[in-house]
């Protein structure tokens, strides 16, 4: 046989298990990305879809997060982006990541209990302010609260000067 | 300085757009004054550029608030070091750093590719570079403008990310865009050669020399970005297979793949279609690496946020994809291969799986980023995949690659003997297989790691004989003492035994890999006084005793610290503390969510890796504390794969005085049929 057909017959060996060990990976660790939402169409449409392993995509709502004093575990509620009537309660142990705060957008990864609480394994907290922290105009900047109050009372124009640094709030 | 560099940018969006338009002009016609004004108008958008960017520097170093960026990213109680890196921790300023390197590079490129081999492709690779140039100063001009202005001033900016603030993170970015953009040329160099139709090894010359400098700087940015990982986000590990990290590993397998393969088109004329389609791979995955970070379609950790800026690079992505494969389809009668595979048991197989292999990795990892977005496609619904499905992939096929790097070397080119297989084989089989059943006999049980470490082993002994025989020969033949007959053995051969060197750091970094399975973690509460007993992999006995929580302010953070004094097997061997930082502006106001400072015990034998979890009270500390068996030696691997990259692109100044030197092709080790003469290209 000439090298070259040997060498495609190895080729496609190795490519082969590698394309079988991909679809097989997948088959047993892909895990369903969904939001509040579906996650609720799911388990409407087929009850046996709790206990699955799935990722879902949600907030974080504000004001929810209870923190273990250990630093352990945590609960807290998360909505729906798009839809915040849409939530479930989550528990998670773990420690929490020093992004995770109310609001944030949050990946949690673990199984929905017969009770409606979601058990997470994993948090990661997506935060917009993390490598970006781009604010709309500034907004999160010092001195904006007060620079928007200033604005409202004076429609004809915003000067284009600091506003005065008010004494330290701390 | 600042409306200057603004204005700057505008020019060179011109001077770009001139020269991609004359410089294909003048090559298509022949004319060479339109082909020398384009390649003044590069030089020129570089200088534009390189003012533009001052201008930015200016605006951030003069703490001018009302420039989004500047009020974005920085804050007046900055250090000034990081107000320096701010040039790229936001998306429109490292499109600006990106332009600058990019620019930079086709300067270079243009001003060192004058010479007599490479002119006939000059004029196209001015002008691929000028439209890759031009692209990259529209989508800033139009889309994310770094001299973008608010309609007021604040007094202070939000400050910059506390985990940005490392000196990791403020070398880790350049590096990796210094590795990103200069795939570029070798790309420009493509496009040269196959609108040229020359497509024998000229074009091979510069585009090895560029490919070479992108991977090693992909090297160092990829071992930084690992490095960054560990300390600063405090997960306990460096590689978690994330979209961004993916995305950064893509360029550098297909670009490692091209500079094996390229040593067979050099040697036999071989594989001419191959390497031009890894060349313009490796370039369109930098492209698709900053799309993925740039446009949030992909849920990240470190994505940037959502931005138009995304669309521009896929229609990038998309025009480029679509004219290369344009291109080699009408070129494929030019590409034809020289010379055919004459055996199985040759170099030139080994080369061939090895780039199997890598591009197969490339590929699963590819596979794997994307699989949201194409789930999603086809069936309507988004299936994520995570670190088991790369590393269930990824291991076997990694271990492969490592067996083929201590194949390669041994065996001939053409057609190995039997004889050459038994002189060049003997050695490294037996340190292999010697590794392997020592870690089994002192009780090793990860099937993974044993034969990873047993290939390893193979690997190191390959080196090691390929260095010991060639410096042997030197010494016996020239009488030279060893130091000098193995410095003036890598000296004269740069290419093959810093590619030599370039092995002995994978290979490490893949035993430091492997050392990750025998992670051990403990989360434990302690108050002061307290302490905690622990087994490290390794047997000894570590005892973990709190010295107390304090607190205080520095700089522009409040700090929350625990210190554990460590003792092993009941000797001390000192304090590890941990931190929990609030950063506050210069009001002290808090800015970002609390982060933390792991405490690493760094060792050859493993890091002892302490993380702060929380406070409760005043003296109750929760701590994780982790064993991470060998992790050193992943930096270590990493700073030699830079060093013997290093070696090999070192330039070869005594060339000519050295092919002169009867004695060069004749000192090496006893060379079985075929051996290479090493490549005397640069």
């Not at chain 1, 575990?73 to 009537?85: G, I, K, N, P, Q």
């Amino acid at each position: 046989m000439k090298a070259r057909n040997k060498f495609l017959i190895g080729g496609a060996l190795v490519l082969g298990s590698a394309s079988y060990l991909m679809a097989s990976s997948i088959q047993d660790t892909g895990q369903y990305f969904l939001t509040p939402t579906e996650l609720q169409a799911k388990v409407a449409d087929d009850p046996s879809f709790v206990n699955q392993g799935v990722k879902i995509g949600a907030k974080a709502v504000p004001g929810t997060i209870v923190r273990d004093p250990s630093g352990r575990s945590l609960r807290f509620v998360m909505a729906d982006m798009a839809d915040s009537t849409k939530t479930y309660p989550v528990y998670y142990k773990g420690i929490a990541p020093d992004t995770f705060t109310d609001g944030v957008e949050v990946v949690v990864e673990g199984r929905l209990q017969a009770d409606g609480t979601f058990h997470a394994t994993t948090l990661l907290a997506k935060c917009a302010s993390r490598y970006e922290n781009a604010p709309e105009q500034g907004e999160g900047t010092p001195g904006y609260k007060e620079y928007q109050q200033y604005k409202g009372k004076h429609p004809a124009g915003v000067p284009k000067t600091a506003a005065p640094a008010p004494a330290s709030q701390s | 300085m600042i409306l200057v560099g603004e204005l700057s940018l505008w020019v060179a969006l011109l001077m770009a757009a001139w020269s991609a338009t004359v410089s294909f002009a003048g090559a298509r016609d022949g004319r060479a004054d339109l082909v020398h004004s384009g390649e003044r108008a590069l030089y020129a958008t570089f200088g534009f550029v390189i003012v533009a960017s001052i201008g930015l520097w200016t605006a951030l170093f003069t703490h001018d608030f009302s420039i989004k960026f500047v009020a974005s990213y920085t804050s007046a109680n900055l250090p000034k070091v990081y107000t320096f890196t701010a040039f790229w921790a936001g998306q429109a300023g490292s499109l600006l750093f990106w332009t600058l390197i990019l620019a930079g590079y086709a300067a270079a490129a243009v001003f060192t590719g004058r010479g007599p081999r490479t002119r006939a492709f000059l004029p196209y690779v001015t002008g691929t570079l000028s439209v890759i140039t031009l692209f990259f100063l529209a989508t800033m001009c139009f889309g994310a403008n770094p001299y973008e202005r608010l309609d007021w001033t604040p007094p202070d900016g939000r400050g910059m990310n506390p985990q940005l603030q490392n000196p990791g993170m403020a070398i880790h970015p350049p590096m990796l865009y210094l590795g990103y953009v200069a795939t570029s040329v070798p790309f420009a160099y493509a496009v040269a050669a196959l609108v040229t139709r020359k497509l024998d090894a000229e074009w091979l010359a510069p585009v090895r020399r560029w490919s070479l400098l992108s991977w090693f700087f992909l090297t160092i940015g990829i071992t930084l970005g690992m490095w960054w990982a560990y300390v600063e986000l405090g997960w306990g590990g460096y590689w978690a297979w994330d979209p961004v990290e993916n995305a950064s590993l893509l360029p550098w397998l297909t670009g490692t793949a091209f500079l094996h393969s390229i040593m067979i088109q050099e040697k036999r004329g071989m594989l001419r279609k191959w390497n031009v389609t890894l060349v313009a791979t490796t370039f369109l995955l930098s492209i698709l690496g900053t799309f993925i970070t740039r446009s949030g379609i992909i849920q990240s950790v470190h994505s940037f946020a959502q931005s138009p800026v995304g669309n521009w690079f896929a229609g990038f992505l998309v025009v480029s994809i679509a004219a290369t494969a344009w291109l080699v389809a009408t070129r494929l009668k030019d590409l034809a291969s020289q010379a055919e595979l004459e055996s199985m048991v040759s170099r030139e197989a080994a080369f061939l799986y090895n780039n199997l292999v890598l591009v197969g990795i490339s590929f699963s990892v590819l596979w794997g980023t994307l699989f949201p977005i194409l789930s999603e496609w086809v069936k309507g619904e988004k299936i994520t995949v995570g670190p088991p499905f790369f590393n269930t992939v990824n291991v076997p096929l990694g271990l492969l690659l490592l067996a083929l790097t201590g194949v390669g070397p041994l065996i001939a080119w053409r057609r190995a003997s039997l004889s050459n297989l038994r002189r060049q084989f003997t050695v490294p089989t037996a340190v292999g297989a010697v590794t392997g059943v020592a870690l089994v006999a002192l009780g090793m049980r990860d099937f993974y790691a044993i034969v990873c470490y047993a290939l390893a082993g193979f690997v190191f002994g390959t080196i090691g004989q390929e260095f010991w025989k060639g410096t042997r020969a030197r010494v016996s033949m020239h009488g030279e003492n060893a130091a000098v007959a193995l410095a003036r053995l890598v000296g004269r051969n740069r290419r093959r035994y810093g590619g030599y060197v370039v092995h002995f750091g994978m290979v490490t970094m893949f035993a430091a890999f492997a050392g990750m399975a025998f992670k051990k973690e403990y989360d434990i509460t302690l108050r002061t006084g307290q302490s905690y007993t622990a087994k490290d992999p390794w047997g000894h006995t570590w005892t973990f005793t709190s010295q107390g929580v304090s607190a205080y302010k520095a700089l522009n953070r409040y700090v929350t610290a625990v210190g554990l004094d460590a003792t092993r097997d009941g000797k001390r061997v000192g304090i590890i503390s941990s931190e929990k930082r609030q950063h506050v502006d210069s009001r002290d106001q808090p800015t970002f969510e609390p982060s933390t400072e792991v405490g690493i015990l760094e060792g050859a034998k493993q890091d002892v890796y302490v993380v702060l979890a929380g406070v409760t009270g005043t003296d109750r500390a929760e701590i994780r504390v982790a064993f991470n068996p060998l992790v050193w030696w992943v930096w270590f691997g990493g700073f030699v794969m830079g060093i013997g990259g290093l070696i090999v692109m070192w330039p070869q100044a005594e060339r000519r005085a050295t092919r002169r030197e009867s004695g060069y092709v004749a000192e090496l080790p006893p060379a079985p049929a075929g051996e290479p003469v090493p490549a005397t290209v640069p």
